[in-house]
């Protein structure tokens, strides 16, 4: 018996040793700090606490430190009411008399939401002070002030001053009420419908608490492919339920409206925006729901976009249906996100036309509180693409971004890609179309069109998932999509490199290796996936995988022949004036740039250009050779990518080293299947040998071609 007991408790250890870190803990992990010297530092500024004030925000802050502080110090501060004792870090807003005696005076004006961490002496004692104009700007400044200790920063002289670039900083759920996510990656939803209200899940809080520390102000619950019985009182309960725990971590709730609700759950005839009885229904609805959720924030629409409802149907544009909804939320101070991402049953000439083409002709026709959602490029979240035209182009329309966070076409959760890079890249990327600096991340934040309202939304890849994200590594992705949305100006290497300190380890190996191949791995993955430019060449409907075969089907626009459109003489999308002329749609500085093929970016080459099999690159390589060598050099550096996680072995714990040693091997063999299967298809119209220095894949095409996923995760629900 005590053998088996003893068994069975050795058991335990080694699970717990494997399996210990499952990166439920996120960015948040709070261990303590390892070196004594710094420990003691940190235990002597950090000694006392006084927290000046009430408040709901106040008393998140309190656990906050708590918990930080006992993890990392070994200890909780002490809780102090006066500046009498060395080593006090106070909390307050800077209209309280505490903050308004301090001498000398702090004079910053960190403005809504922004806070000032600073190193004072007063009356003859070292104060830490973290203040702000409201209470959100003190939980930022904690959040703050915690990360210096996780990533090892001396907590002397400080002088910091941070404020957000964008006022809304937005995360969209694709959630279902039946609990699945569309293109989700992690498992089921957070939102536990069923045993809301009652119910409140630890998870709700740790997201509230993730999300805070990032800056993040704001989700929206459901599904762009909405359900109206969300706006129903059963639902809205619910939907109250999370708003106040979200609260006092400063995030507010919005909701997807489903164009058709007044008729599905508020048995109208119609949903003509126009009609007097729907106007009041939308009224009175959200008059409704501010009664369960008195800050709501609003409605994120998709219309008349892949069979979504929308005002269409009813002859009216785009502008009359978000003025509906802006109508009724304005008493109430919400706003409406109406998504450009639009796309009807006719096939166009170039799908990548049709958002400018519906929207710019309204620029100036929507209300104050309506903000027009765009996604980043515009055809839909590929590995790459250049920014959407409507940047920059509606001058009387605010515009905000939509990146996906969640990689539908980037690897889902079994490719490591850090999507800081292709954030920025879009970010960065100038318009030309507000003279000197129009660059993307200008246009969203207001500086260069003086919009007041300012926004950027995610699409995340957050779910059941003990680890939340799938990939330990997806982490990475939410927590840069926050602090970009902050401040695009952040670069991505230092965003990694924080993110790496706090998640895994503050060795410096460790952050050198793990940013290094964080760095690489966007490029890496658009190689082995859709180098030069190419696009929308994935599975159907899953997206999972290789297909650049598929042809034939009931819209010539969600085939990938039409995109590729490889032939006898060569492959591109011709955008140019000898082609769909989608380039007409960018400033004149663009149009230039992009349609010369010497001047055009080789990134984005085969998106603008039809390019013959045999013209010569910068490389030097025929485009062929070309193709193939960035389809080798790909996979290839999945390769490169395991060998340095595997020299991290004893650097990194067990569980997580694990996971993600074992994702890569996954990842590798994904991107050979790329890379063969699209070498092999493209070489049927190329007609030309793969080069000679590259193996020869080891399965034929017609293998590739046959293999089938009913079952892949994250497809759109069939019931
Ligand atoms: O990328 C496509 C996805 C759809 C999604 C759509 C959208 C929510 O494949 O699943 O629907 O974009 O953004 O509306």
Redesign the pocket.
């Known amino acids: 018996m005590m053998r088996i007991k003893l068994l069975l408790l050795v058991l335990l250890l080694h699970a717990f040793a494997v399996y210990g870190e499952d990166g439920y803990r996120l960015w948040l992990r709070y261990d303590k700090v390892e070196d004594a010297r710094l420990l003691n530092h940190y235990k002597k500024e950090l000694a006392n606490l006084y927290i000046a004030g009430q408040s709901p925000t106040l008393n998140v802050i309190r656990a906050e430190l708590d918990k930080g502080l006992e993890g990392m110090l070994g200890s909780k501060p002490k809780t102090v009411s006066s500046l009498h004792a060395h080593g006090t870090l106070l909390i307050a807003t800077r209209n309280t008399d505490v903050i308004k005696s301090l001498n000398p005076r702090l004079t910053e004006e960190p403005g809504k939401e922004g806070f000032v961490i600073r190193s004072i002496t007063h009356a003859g004692k070292r104060i830490t002070v973290i203040t702000a104009d409201d209470d959100i700007g003190l939980l930022y400044g904690t959040f703050h002030l915690l990360k210096l200790i996780q990533t090892r920063q001396p907590l002397r002289a400080l002088s910091v001053q941070s404020s957000p670039l964008i006022q809304l900083r937005i995360l969209n759920h694709?959630d279902n009420l039946d609990g699945t996510v569309?293109?989700g990656y992690a498992g089921f939803s957070l939102w536990n419908w069923h045993k809301l209200p009652g119910y409140i899940d630890e998870r709700y809080i740790d997201y509230a608490r993730a999300n805070a520390s990032i800056g993040i102000n704001a989700t929206v619950l459901t599904?762009?492919?909405a359900n109206a019985w969300v706006l129903t009182p059963a639902y809205l309960k619910k939907v109250a339920a999370l708003a106040d725990v979200f609260r006092p971590y400063g995030i507010r709730v919005y909701l997807t409206a489903r164009f058709s609700a007044p008729i599905e759950i508020g048995k109208l005839a119609t949903a003509d925006p126009l009609n007097e009885d729907v106007k009041q229904w939308w009224k009175e609805k959200v008059t409704e729901i501010y009664k369960y959720v008195p800050d709501f924030g609003g409605f994120v629409v998709?219309a008349n976009?892949?069979g979504q409802p929308g005002p269409q149907n009813y002859n009216r544009t785009h502008a009359d249906g978000a003025n509906v909804l802006a109508d009724a939320l304005a008493p109430h101070g919400g706003i409406v996100m109406w998504r450009a991402?639009v796309y009807d049953d006719k096939v166009p000439d170039d799908r990548a036309k049709q958002a400018y083409n519906e929207f710019k002709p309204l620029d100036g026709k929507f209300r104050d509180n309506v903000i027009v959602q765009v996604k980043n490029g515009p055809i839909?979240?590929q590995p790459r693409e250049p920014f959407h035209p409507l940047f920059g182009a509606m001058k009387q329309t605010p515009l905000m971004m939509e990146f996906q966070i969640t990689q539908?076409y980037l690897g889902q959760s079994t490719n490591l890609v850090y999507l800081a890079n292709l954030f920025k890249e879009c970010l960065d990327a100038d318009t030309y179309q507000y003279g000197k600096e129009s660059t993307v991340a200008r246009i969203i934040d207001g500086s260069a069109t003086k919009q007041k309202l300012t926004a950027v939304a995610g699409v995340t890849n957050i779910g059941s998932d003990r680890n939340w994200c799938g990939h330990p590594m997806a982490q990475a992705n939410w927590y840069a999509f926050g602090r970009l949305a902050w401040d695009h100006q952040l670069s991505s290497e230092q965003i990694a490199k924080e993110w790496t300190r706090m998640t895994f380890s503050n060795d410096a190996e460790a952050i050198t290796r793990v940013t290094s191949m964080m760095d690489q791995s966007w490029e890496t993955v658009v190689n082995y996936m859709t180098p030069l430019g190419l696009h929308h060449i994935m599975g159907w409907s899953h997206?999972y995988g290789p297909a650049p075969w598929i042809k034939d089907r009931h819209r010539a626009d969600w085939t990938s022949v039409y995109y590729h459109k490889a032939d006898s003489s060569g492959i591109g999308f011709d955008r140019t004036q000898s082609g769909s002329h989608a380039l007409a749609q960018y400033a004149p500085e663009i149009q230039n740039l992009f349609s010369n093929r010497e001047t055009c970016p080789e990134k984005f080459l085969l998106w603008f250009h039809h390019v013959n099999w045999n013209e010569k690159l910068k490389s030097g390589n025929t485009l062929w050779d070309e193709l193939c060598y960035r389809y080798y050099r790909g996979a290839e550096a999945v390769k490169k990518m395991q060998q340095d996680w595997d020299s991290l072995k004893g650097k990194i714990d067990t569980g997580r080293f694990e996971q993600v040693r074992q994702l890569l091997s996954i990842q590798y063999e994904e991107a050979v299947w790329w890379r063969n299967s699209c070498v092999l298809y493209f070489q049927t119209f190329s007609k030309q040998p793969i080069p000679q220095a590259l193996p020869v894949p080891d399965k034929p095409l017609s293998y590739y071609m046959s293999l089938e996923f009913p079952y892949a995760p994250g497809i759109?629900p069939q019931w």
């Open positions: 694709w569309e293109r599904n762009v492919n998709k976009s892949e991402f839909d979240f539908e997206h759109k």
